[in-house]
């Protein structure tokens, strides 16, 4: 066997196991093992333990939340985000994170890599490289936020306000029904200096701690 060959093959097993190996297995319905690896990894870069808010980006659960945001794409652009993490993933290899091993995969960088990894898209001087940060932020802050106790600690957690009967309740049915469908009647009409609307309401059921 020529010695071209084996480099070739020493090559295409060193790219396999780039892409594959090494991957713990993973719950998620949508990610795969390589992309859960990465929006961990990077969950925890955007939002570290012991900040302003205590909860890190995988305490928060965004890589839950990041598969069912996937389950509830359609097709073409769920093929785009899976294509998004893959990149993130494994770009190191074209602009690898500064010190030693920079150039491993993504999830498998140490904290301060990755950070610097993502500054370097944050901040580049090619537009494509921070419309690509850009997207992969969004997408972590989304799940950021779905988080009851983010919520709670940036007091933007939902109060648990009943919305009022009004008189106008009385004379018409919800959007698209008959006017026999009409739910309420005279006693249902909340007396709102009774129960006033208040911003010192409790929350949300589902966003109690």
């Known amino acids: 066997m020529s010695a071209a060959l084996w480099v070739a093959l ?25 992309e859960a690896a990465f929006v961990e990894a990077a969950s925890d870069s955007m939002f570290p333990p012991g900040g302003e808010i205590p909860e890190s980006g995988v305490e928060a659960g965004i890589p839950a939340h990041v598969d069912r945001y ?28 500064p010190g030693w091993g920079g150039w491993r995969r993504f999830s498998s960088l140490t904290p301060v890599q990755r950070a610097a990894a ?37 007091e933007l957690a939902p109060l648990d306000i009943r919305t009022p009967v009004v008189e106008a309740d009385l004379l018409y049915p919800r959007a698209g ?32 701690g």
């Open 177 to 208: 029904r008959p006017k026999s469908e009409i739910a309420f009647g005279p006693k249902d009409v909340t007396d709102l200096l009774e129960h006033p609307l208040s911003p010192n309401a409790p929350l949300h059921p589902e966003y109690r």
């Open 10 to 34: 020493a090559l295409l097993a060193i790219g396999l196991r780039r892409l594959g190996l090494g991957y713990r297995p993973t719950p998620f319905r949508m990610l795969f093992r390589h």
């Open 118 to 154: 993502l500054e370097g898209w944050r901040s580049s001087r090619m537009f494509p490289r921070r419309l690509v940060f850009l997207a992969l932020r969004s997408i972590l802050t989304m799940g950021y936020f779905s988080c009851p106790s983010v919520l709670r600690a940036m």
């Open 70 to 97: 996937l389950e509830a794409m359609p097709a073409r652009q769920r093929l785009l985000i899976h294509a998004l993490f893959l990149l993130m993933e494994q770009v190191t290899l074209l602009f690898p994170a």
